[in-house]
């Protein structure tokens, strides 16, 4: 057993009266990819945007419970310094339109007022852009905008951003949803290298990406958690009879 | 039977087509006679003395509008430092607001502010500052001019910014970045041709408005610097030339015409070229 990054706790999230996440527990292991899965409206997407605090963004948005990076109470921290700590890359890549590639990468530092050195900085940008495979693409033409690169790229470059802050997990929202298939192969090759640097919870509502990259699966239906363990098992000897239902394709 | 028929229908299309085709061509052609008249009558007034000198008392040959772009420029500068800062943050915050009471109402006093005649604006400023202050000047011209420039700016920004998507703001967010800093850093400069667009339209917009000048900017022969006192603008000066009796007067009248539309002109063109340049996609 590895240590967990992310202790999740009797956690419930709701919109107003609404409630789209039901008691939910689960951990995260170090290093390793979770996969939260499950049909549309299952309550993923929002339980992923509560742990880095995204979700109470929204007006009318609520949660209960506890959220734990390593041993500290994400709900007790202030959310800024939670969104430094947990990278995110969203369902369309969502470089900012202002600035250049370099800038994109490191602008978790620039935007938040943090000062480097120039040799800090670069190296950064090129560690970043190496893990997330886009050095190669991309190191001729760093001061180009990065809206100009295609929408793999894009998300490629995306996931950098999220890298150069060093964050302790990273959250991943169906980061290939918006992408074509040769993209979505690279991502995920992307996301099974990546793990070794970092820890990753992806959001899929597709269960062969599920399959294809995580160590372990979760899934949910209807805001419930209804089945969490090592993908292996949870694809092959389901103990849920809704899983069964849900990877045989009789509902999702 | 068929055949006959899209015969018809081939020609009902083309002549469809030539009247699309002569109403667009219509329309360009007002801008060119117009543009045509004034370079024709004022282009022989223009010199480097016309644009360099004093106007001459009446009588004396030659002068020049020197005042009165010194002038111009003084009102539409001052008018710019109170309208473009106000008006940028309130186009901001009714972007983030979306709906809600205060941004409707915001939203409404801004679009009847657009709607106030502007005779009626300069009647205000005279009330307001003329009166107070005791003396016409270029400050109560401009104030009047900044509440004319205001709504335009509003608009723009808002409609600019409204266009950026959700997820650059959250990206913003989602790195750690507070919400002044991810709207300073990174909604405004994604929206900055955008807004740089409307600022610089409500410039023009008011750079050739006189009926606001008329009891506060006032007018004056002479060259004045400061913006307590009263000074002559394009618009003024052609606005008392163009109605003078005087032949000399009357071309001075249209070479200012020509500077002005010159002017103008060269801040629409240039909205248009930053508006390209500056461009971002998402």
Request: net charge neutral.
């Amino acid at each position: 057993m590895g240590s967990n990054v992310l202790t999740i706790k009797d956690f419930c999230a709701n919109f107003d009266e609404n409630q789209v996440v039901n008691d939910v527990t689960m951990a995260v292991e170090q290093n390793q990819v979770t996969s939260l899965m499950g049909p549309s409206g299952c309550g993923k997407t929002t339980l992923l945007r509560c742990i880095n605090r995204m979700h109470e963004l929204i007006l009318g948005a609520g949660v209960k419970g506890k959220v734990l990076l390593h041993d500290d109470d994400l709900y007790s921290m202030n959310p800024i310094e939670v969104r430094k700590r947990i990278g995110m890359v969203f369902q369309r890549p969502n470089p900012f339109p202002s600035m250049t590639i370099y800038d994109n990468v490191i602008a978790g530092y620039k935007l938040n007022g943090i000062r480097l050195k120039r040799q800090e900085r670069d190296k950064i940008v090129e560690d970043s852009l190496r893990k997330s495979a886009l050095w190669e693409e991309v190191k001729d033409r760093m001061y180009k905008r990065g809206t100009f690169l295609s929408g793999g790229q894009q998300q490629r470059l995306c996931i950098a951003r999220a890298l150069a802050m060093e964050p302790d997990i990273m959250l991943m929202d169906e980061p290939t949803s918006a992408l074509d298939p040769k993209s979505t192969a690279h991502i995920e090759e992307l996301i099974i290298e990546l793990k070794l640097n970092v820890t990753i919870l992806l959001v899929t509502h597709n269960m062969a990406q599920a399959a294809r990259v995580s160590d372990f699966t979760a899934f949910m239906y209807l805001g419930d958690l209804v089945e969490f363990g090592p993908t292996e098992k949870l694809f092959t000897v389901p103990e849920d009879k809704r899983t069964e239902e849900y990877l045989s394709g009789k509902f999702g | 039977m068929i055949k006959s028929n899209t015969f018809f229908r081939v020609i009902k299309d083309r002549l469809f087509l030539c009247g699309v085709y002569f109403f667009a061509f219509l329309v360009i052609v007002p801008l060119f006679l117009v543009l045509y008249y004034i370079i024709k009558n004022g282009l022989p007034v223009i010199n480097w003395e016309f644009l360099l000198s004093l106007p001459k008392p009446m009588g004396d040959v030659g002068g020049g509008i020197v005042n009165a772009l010194a002038g111009t420029i003084m009102a539409v500068v001052t008018a710019s430092v109170f309208a473009i800062p106000v008006g940028v943050l309130t186009g901001i915050y009714l972007s983030e607001a979306g709906e809600g009471r205060l941004a409707d109402a915001v939203r409404l006093c801004a679009e009847i502010l657009q709607g106030i005649p502007s005779i009626v604006i300069g009647l205000i400023a005279y009330a307001w500052i003329v009166v107070t202050f005791g003396s016409f000047s270029v400050f109560s011209g401009s104030f009047a001019l900044a509440l004319m420039m205001l709504p335009v700016v509003v608009r723009s920004t808002e409609e600019t910014l409204k266009l950026i998507p959700n997820t650059i703001r959250e990206a913003s967010l989602a790195l750690g970045v507070s919400y002044t800093r991810t709207i300073l850093k990174v909604i405004l400069p994604s929206g900055l041709s955008g807004i740089t667009t409307g600022v610089l339209l409500g410039v023009a917009r008011i750079s050739g408005e006189t009926a606001p000048l008329l009891f506060t900017a006032f007018g004056s022969p002479y060259m004045n610097l400061n913006i307590f006192k009263p000074a002559d603008t394009l618009p003024l000066l052609i606005f008392n030339y163009a109605t003078s009796p005087y032949p000399d007067w009357q071309a001075m009248a249209w070479g200012a015409s020509l500077v002005l539309v010159f002017l103008v002109l060269t801040m629409n063109l240039l909205a248009k070229l930053i508006g390209k340049k500056w461009e971002v996609t998402f």
